[in-house]
């Protein structure tokens, strides 16, 4: 892979697609009471980086979490240089599991992730193609890894699936009514990162994170896609508006939630509402009242590509040892914030 398609994929590259046409202005984010005992989060590629640091900073708020094309927690260590080369390529080697479990331990101790015993308790989904140009597949076989060390018991906890002719996004299974111009090649990748693999990745992840769920609703999904305003939930790198799918039924609260986080160039800004309406999710949460918050990441000079904060570019420019990957991240914060605002009660009219 050329120097230039490494800066690409991390997000220091040029020729961002042409933005969505302006929406009216969108509404703060509801209280929905969603029920705070089951929730998981997903992610996928820096999404799924920024998903794993959501679940060890707070284990005890998720029961399960999804990550597709990522590699081992803290992987970064708040270094570009090791982004670059030790968590995406491996020119500098495989990250250090020591190192990374030194690190983890030191943040326990300073209470700025969640303790061993809530980790344990996880569930965990792990996928990687095993053609992935971007991000190596033995990163996604070290995330696995670190996990059977946290895990209580890894083989009823641990789902790893490497996919064959598969490429770097999020897999799914098209239907008649998935636009053509929406979807990429399975094992190349590129455009909307949403890889035509004819692979239910959203389904056999919730599957495995929540136990058997009610098959997909066919045709469109049976509830409501709305956006919001993420003003309320300020800080740096987050887009002004973040998108929401609320199943028929659910704004009476008692409904079940999964985040999921977009990868690099996946944003609504450069993709429009591909992701956020065909990564398979909302099939599956209309038929089991579960919603679905898709926070959305922007553009900026430091971050063209819109990913999430994985490697300190969010953190304070002093900081020697930007502390994106625990609770004090700013945006780690500001996601838990969102989750919080969701499981809060509907106020009275």
């Not at 969108?26 to 794993?52: E, F, I, K, N, W």
Request: aromatic share 6%.
């Amino acid at each position: 892979m050329t120097a230039t398609r490494w800066l690409m994929a991390i997000g220091l590259g040029l020729g961002l697609a042409s933005p969505v046409a302006a929406q009216p202005a969108p509404d703060a984010l509801p209280r929905l009471a969603v029920a705070p005992d089951d929730v998981s989060v997903l992610g996928v590629s820096s999404g799924g980086y920024m998903a794993t640091q959501l679940a060890v900073a707070w284990p005890r708020e998720f029961a399960g979490l999804g990550v597709l094309s990522a590699g081992p927690w803290a992987c970064a260590r708040g270094s570009l240089s090791l982004a670059l080369g030790q968590c995406m390529g491996t020119k500098k080697g495989l990250p250090d599991p020591a190192a990374l479990e030194e690190r983890h331990r030191d943040y326990r101790q300073r209470d700025l992730v969640g303790e061993a015993e809530a980790l344990a308790d996880l569930r965990v989904f792990v996928w990687h193609g095993d053609q992935d140009e971007i991000v190596d597949p033995a990163l996604g076989r070290a995330l696995a890894e670190q996990f059977r060390g946290w895990l209580a018991s890894p083989e009823d906890q641990l789902r790893f699936v490497e996919s064959e002719e598969a490429g770097h996004g999020w897999p799914v299974a098209a239907d008649a009514d998935t636009p053509v111009e929406d979807l990429a090649d399975c094992r190349s990748g590129g455009g909307s990162h949403l890889l035509a693999c004819d692979l239910d990745i959203a389904g056999e992840a919730l599957d495995w994170l929540h136990g058997d769920l009610s098959p997909p609703e066919t045709g469109e999904a049976g509830g409501r896609l709305v956006t919001f305003d993420q003003a309320d939930f300020d800080a740096r790198g987050l887009g002004d508006t973040g998108y929401l799918f609320v199943p028929e039924g659910c704004e009476a609260g008692g409904c079940d939630l999964t985040v999921a986080l977009h990868g690099c160039a996946m944003d609504v800004d450069q993709i429009g509402e591909a992701f956020v309406r065909h990564s398979g999710l909302n099939e599956r949460a209309a038929g089991n009242r579960r919603v679905v918050l898709y926070p959305q990441a922007e553009t900026s000079l430091p971050n063209p590509q819109g990913c999430w904060d994985w490697w300190g570019f969010a953190e304070s420019a002093w900081q020697l040892d930007p502390l994106h990957d625990t609770r004090r991240g700013t945006q780690t914060g500001a996601l838990m914030a969102m989750i919080e605002r969701l499981q809060e009660a509907p106020e009275a009219p």
